[in-house]
């Protein structure tokens, strides 16, 4: 089956999503501009989540793209995948509309955790078609940086109880690990000139 | 006329209708944990009809991959598919939002009723102008697990009015039916060596 | 420059605007049937809505699929096409909450009759590209039904404020005259062997 | 890497943004035309940002058409863009509903420079890969409607506190100035026989 479709669709639903997040930016009824004030912790809740969605944008981007064969495993680890994505603008809203109150805090990293973990299945269930000896599983090696990121949202998850702002500035943590682009899989391509 | 356009546009108002769902999860106004319990049965209403829109993709992704031609009366099928599954939303909230009450329970039936019809009548459609013994036809043989759909929806949507948590199981049910991946077109194309 | 991107984006904005309609339709608080009644008008205009951006996106694919060169004009003219449609919801929503009151009725028609002629203005624009000789040129030929389409309407308009009924039965007659699908291109393309 | 799924993504974003400024114009309760007053300045503002965001699409087109290598640089350059784009249906709606205020009116204007400083951003990091006299380079020269307009963008954020209608009146401005097709690089393209 071709992965064209399958790119097409994935494209699709993280445009939406990133985009109907700036529906939870609520046009305030003032016209001065204090009357944005409340709508800033949003704001930068949204600043954060748009980060997240490219960095994850760009991750499939670079997965697929090292990827031939896609069968019905592949498809259901994809939208698996997306359906935690989905969820970005909700815990977006809340976190932002409560000024990262605990609770919020914690339940943002508890979707960014399950998106991370879902990630993995897929890159797990397309290694599974290519092989250990593939492109794609040599350019991944051991994946430090996702395995890490897992770890420090667990790690926020639990401290948002105790201070949020701990929690909030590990996902900002998390962001800067992944925003120093990931060249492991764009390298290999380039090494073994299988770019198209 | 090519497909890829109608492939498009599907993948389109699927990827919108399956993210715009989201949008019924209306962010609480409390901070606490206890405040997200009115949005559980939404969540859940959420995540049946994520996965039954996830199936409808899987399978028209199936459907079209073993197409060639698309015709008129194709291009209008398949609308009237889009229109039902675009009314997908509209039952989640509703059903979601009053805790699975009886005539929210049914009306979803009969919207995933009227999708099913939908999709019978443009897989008719696509094999009109393929032909009996076409690959598609062949692949599809007497689609039993669309036909036993069609009538657990009929079932379900009777039982709602007289306990709707049978009705409810009864939707689950179709789920597991349709999870378990429908290798038939698959297997068939990779055994005449025509996956593209 | 390639028209693949002027479809795409196309298709992209009308698979919106086609599922951002249903947003219009709103969950009601009650759990009965009963409760849906107020929903009733506003179904009856998405379902008239719905065909109408479906004919749009039908003729559109049909038109593109016999263009090949598309410059700055051309995007332009589509990009005003797509204005007007985007307009639907709006007045899709204004019409069906209140009943198909006559001035929302009226305004329909005015939308209907601004993306009539958008479409006009898009298809002179790539036939000035093309040349009077080119296929597409010869398809079209007189554009009957776009011509009484557009007569119609402004009746319509008119009449909206005397009987909005008529008006309304007017609008239904423009899609009756459109859901006979037009195999003028199609035919055309076919006997010159020019099907891609 | 191919430039095929940035540009999809893009083309999904830009398409969701000029469609989701639409749900801005609240369907009014009343069926009366005068109902429709309220909507008038929000209705003008769409008109403006639509064409904004058209013109960054057809000038998005452009470039990414003359350009063929596309790093991680560019994707995270591009993404940049879409954010600062994505702000447009907000400040639309405030300014709008507002009345073209004071404030509004400026805030308008920052999102419109800061779009405009993407542009240029990521305008650099795809002629940084493609070098200093590839077609592209050679199209844009020096870039005299980009330069002005931000010239003209960071008067109209001053003015508007003084007066908010010359304010706008700028923003209409740099609206015709770029309507005006910029054939640059078409013209570029053709002279090199580059057009695919």
């Not at 997240?52 to 031939?68: C, E, K, Q």
């Amino acid at each position: 089956m071709g992965k064209n479709r399958l790119e097409a669709f994935s494209d699709g639903v993280l445009a939406i999503i990133i985009t109907i997040m700036v529906l939870e930016l609520k046009v305030p009824h003032g016209a001065n501009l204090a009357d944005l004030k409340p709508v800033l912790p949003v704001f930068l809740s949204y600043i954060l989540s748009f980060i997240y969605l490219g960095i994850y944008w760009n991750n499939h981007h670079h997965m697929l793209s090292a990827t031939r064969v896609v069968g019905g495993g592949v498809l259901w680890a994809n939208l698996h995948l997306l359906f935690w994505l989905s969820l970005v603008p909700f815990v977006t809203g809340w976190m932002g509309e409560n000024h990262f109150a605990s609770a919020p805090t914690a339940l943002y990293g508890v979707v960014l955790l399950m998106a991370a973990i879902a990630y993995w299945i897929l890159l797990r269930s397309i290694l599974r078609k290519q092989g250990k000896d593939s492109l794609l599983a040599r350019a991944i090696g051991k994946d430090l940086k996702g395995n890490v990121s897992v770890v420090i949202y667990a790690v926020a998850i639990a401290v948002a109880f105790l201070n949020q702002w701990i929690a909030d500035g590990l996902y900002v943590l998390v962001v800067l690990i992944w925003l120093i682009p990931d060249r492991r899989i764009e390298r290999m391509l380039f090494e073994n000139g299988k770019i198209d």
